[in-house]
C-alpha cells in the first residue's frame, strides 16, 4: 500500500507557485549572466573577441546582457533569498522553537556549501556571501518595515558613498586582496592576460583546482572593490520586508503596489540601463564613482520593476503552462545553481569537452538557454517523486538534525 509522506511526517507548507516560477525566472537570468565567464568568453582579450567569427553580434548581444541582464537578475536573486528567509523565521516562530538559533545553523550550513562550491566547481559563488549576510538578518527582525527599508536603502548607496571617500583619500580597500591574488595565481603561471588560455588548455581536473584556490581570492577581492556585502545585505533586507508582509501570497491585493514598481521601476530603470551599459562598454570614461552611481539607479529599479511586472503577468495569465515550466527549477532553485556550475566547467573547460576554445558569446548563451531547459525538465521529472531538491533536502537535514522523508510516496 503506497503511503502518503504526510500521514506520517509534517504536513509540507503551502507553495505559491508565483513565488516558484520567479525564483525559476532568476535562475534562468543567473545562467545567462554566467555562462560567459564559464565559456571563458569574458576573460579573453578586446582583440580576441573582435577576431572571432559572429563578432559584431557578440557585440550587439554584449550590449543586450549588460542593458537586461548584468545586475538584474542577481538583484531578483538576492532579494528572493531575502523572501526565503523570512519564510524560514515565520514558519518557526510559529512553531515556538528558537528560531533564530535554527536559521543561524542554516546559515552556516549554507556557508559550507558556498565554500564547497567555491573550492570545487566554480569560484564565482555567491551562496557563501548570502550565508553570510543571511546571518545579520536576525538583528533587524524586532525593526518596523520601515527602519529595515530606510536601512536596506542606506546599505545599497554605501557603495558609492564609499567609492566616493576613497577617490577623494587616493585609497583602495580591495589592493591588498588584488595584490594577494596576483601572488597566488602567480603560483600556477596564471595571469590577468592567460586566464582564459589557462582553462582552454588545461589537462585534468588538478589543473581547474588550482585555477580555484586563485579563483577565491580574486573573488573576495571582487567582493570588496564591489561592495558586494553592503549589496547583498540590502537586497536580503528589502526581501525579508517583502515576505514579512506575505506581499507574495497575495498578489491581487498588491497590484497597486506592483503597478507601480513596475512601471516607476522599468520606466526609469532601462533607460538608465542604457546610460550604465554605453559607459561599461565604453572603459568607464567618467569614473568608478560616476559608474556606482549608474548602477544604483539603473540596475536596481530595473531587477525590481522585473519582478513587479512578472508578477502582474503571473496574476493576468495565471492558466499559463510557462509558470509551471518555471516553478519546477524554481523549488530546487540551490540544485540548479550548483549544477549549472558543474555542467559548465564540463562542457567548456579544457580537462573535458572543451568548448570553451571557441565558443562566441552567441553560441553560449544558446547553451545556457539548452541546459536551462534541461534542467526544467530534470526538475519536473525529480519532483514527481520527491518533495525536495537533492541539496535542499541534505540542507534541510542537517538544518533540523533529522532524517526527513524524500520521497512523496512510502510503501
Known sequence: MRTSVSDNAAPVKKRFVGLDALRGFAILGIILANYPEFSLWTFRSAEEVAAMPGAGLDRVIRWLQYIFIDGKFYTLFSLLFGTGFSIILSNLKEKGVNGNRIFLRRMLILAIIGFIHLMVLWSGDILMLYALMGMLLPLFTSLSDKKILSFAGFFLALPVISDAICSLAGISLSEPLYNAWLRKAADFGITENNMAQYLTDSKSYSDVQNFLIQGSIERMYEFVDSHRYFKVLGLFLIGYVIGRRKIYADLEGNKDLLRKISIIGLGAGLPLSLIYTAHAMNGYPAGRVFHSFLYLVSVYPTGFGYAAFFCLLFLRHKDLFLWKFLAKPGRMACTN???????????????????????????TELIALAVYALQAGFSAIWLEFFRYGPVEWIWRMLTYKKLIPMKKWQG
Open 337 to 363: 545553481y550548483l549544477g549549472q556550475s558543474l555542467i559548465g566547467i564540463i562542457l567548456f573547460y579544457g580537462a573535458w569537452m572543451g568548448l570553451g576554445r571557441n565558443a562566441s558569446l552567441a553560441m
